[in-house]
């Protein structure tokens, strides 16, 4: 499984959110026929969107419900591995079954 860049996922988030910009500006022009009142739905709604989505991110970074803990997320671990600490992180896979 490969894991997905930062510079990948903000591009996905830009195109993603244009995306949603040109809907709603097709749509408001269809329905309203004018540049000031399209531009002002669209202006409002995305930021709306915007302020809703960070407050939705913190509701559920608080919300354990879901959430897998890593195999190896109660080792402590330093800045640089010492043959100390790799010894524990061998240890550990050993004992979940992902090393022999």
């Keep these: 499984m490969a894991l997905e860049t930062r510079t990948r996922a903000w591009v996905k988030s830009i195109v993603w959110r244009i995306l949603g910009i040109v809907i709603l500006l097709a749509v ?3 329905v309203t026929h004018s540049w000031k009142e399209m531009t002002i739905i669209t202006i409002i709604f995305h930021g709306i969107r915007v ?3 960070y407050i939705h991110e913190r509701v559920w ?3 354990h419900w879901g959430r897998v803990k890593h195999p190896l997320s109660s ?3 330093n800045k640089e591995l010492t043959p100390e600490d790799l010894k524990i992180v061998q240890n ?3 004992e979940l079954g992902y090393m022999d």
């Design 92 to 94: 550990q896979l050993k």
């Design 28 to 30: 408001s022009w269809f």
């Design 51 to 53: 302020i809703l989505y």
């Design 61 to 63: 970074e608080r919300i």
């Design 75 to 77: 080792i402590p671990v």
